[in-house]
């Protein structure tokens, strides 16, 4: 699902206060200094070094990664620790693409565009929410290696976590970082023109991912706002959202309809990743989504009706809802189409009657009974 995260190099010996940085110190300046220590004097340590205690300290919570292969990195290990883990521990050799997105290791692991850009260590902190929306505050660092000294070849990542994230000072370090980078992504939104519809449509996922993270830790959000002297919102969640990203002074009307965008976008099960994709795919785009939520309210329906929802959305739901298991009076005639997933252990579960006209039905009849004419 959604996500928040703030990147940034290694700090230097002064900025590790116990203050800043809390129980995160001995594991990030544990890894530093064990970087430096192998590094000596060339660009970047060799993975040859990977060995001995102090590696062996850091292998539950730690990975590797080839990365010659720039758009598609190589799994070579992944720490035991990572099991409990949204999406599991990875196995060996596997392409980091290959994953899905609610792999809490992807998340982790993407930043290594980072370390490529910089060709230094780069260290990290962030919120992980899951499909069940349980929030997890992370932290760690990615270290750059290489056997030739002149480009790097492979990653090592050490990562730390804690399930706390509602007391996690790092929670607040993250959202009001989060806040700040969504901030100016949104400064080109002023005097925006019809050809950029794909920056505004990414700047209000930007949005919606700061929703989303502010959801888990609605203390610090809401002393964002009283900071900020904007006012929480109960029947439009979305406004203040904006109005901390866009200004307080932006255009009301404009501001008025992205926030019924998002709100309709959020009701139809949307996450922040897929919402550019959405806003393309519904007619109308944010116009049409302002038209959907309002009569939605003027019909008090609480959620959109699935023909507007996207695939993936729709997926998503499916996914969360409980399998059939009273099949008794299930069907209305004799023959019906249902709809049904596969189940954990690759068994089939009935979700439901498919609502569809009987001539598909018929259609399907005789297309299974030609199968049995033999």
Not at 37 to 50: A, D, F, M, Q, V
Not at 54 to 65: C, D, G, Y
């Amino acid at each position: 699902m959604d996500q928040n995260d703030h990147t940034k190099t290694m700090p230097d010996e002064d900025n590790f206060s116990s203050e800043k940085w809390g129980n995160k110190i001995p594991l990030q300046r544990r890894v530093y200094d064990f970087w430096l220590e192998l590094k000596g004097e060339r660009p970047w340590p060799s993975i040859k070094n990977l060995q001995g205690d102090k590696v062996s300290a850091f292998r539950p919570q730690s990975f590797l990664m080839d990365v010659r292969d720039v758009k598609n990195p190589t799994i070579l290990y992944v720490g035991e620790s990572f099991e409990g883990c949204s999406g599991g521990r990875p196995e060996k050799g596997i392409g980091l693409l290959s994953l899905g997105d609610a792999s809490f290791f992807k998340q982790v692991c993407v930043r290594y565009t980072d370390v490529l850009t910089d060709k230094d260590l780069v260290n990290f902190e962030g919120v992980f929410v899951d499909s069940q929306s349980r929030g997890m505050a992370y932290y760690g660092c990615l270290l750059p290696m290489s056997d030739s000294d002149t480009a790097i070849d492979y990653i090592y990542g050490v990562i730390g976590w804690s399930d706390d994230t509602s007391m996690d000072q790092s929670v607040k370090d993250a959202l009001e970082n989060l806040l700040e980078e969504c901030r100016l992504r949104a400064s080109s939104l002023r005097g925006i023109s019809g050809r950029s519809r794909d920056t505004l449509y990414d700047i209000l996922s930007d949005c919606l991912m700061f929703y989303s993270a502010s959801a888990h830790a609605p203390k610090v959000y809401h002393a964002i706002l009283k900071k900020e002297k904007i006012t929480a919102q109960r029947r439009a969640p979305m406004t203040p959202i904006l109005k901390l990203i866009l200004g307080k002074d932006f255009d009301k009307t404009r501001l008025t309809e992205y926030a019924a965008a998002l709100s309709y976008a959020t009701k139809s099960g949307i996450n922040a990743k897929e919402l550019p994709q959405f806003l393309k795919d519904i007619p109308g785009g944010i116009k049409g989504c302002v038209l959907a939520e309002r009569a939605m309210r003027q019909k008090g329906i609480k959620k959109p009706l699935t023909h507007n929802l996207s695939l993936s959305a729709a997926e998503n739901i499916l996914k969360a809802q409980e399998a059939n298991t009273r099949t008794q009076g299930l069907l209305e005639h004799a023959f019906d189409l249902v709809l049904a997933r596969k189940g954990p252990l690759g068994e089939t579960e009935i979700l439901d009657v498919a609502d569809v006209p009987r001539s598909v039905v018929r259609a399907a009849m005789i297309k299974a009974a030609k199968k049995q004419d033999i």
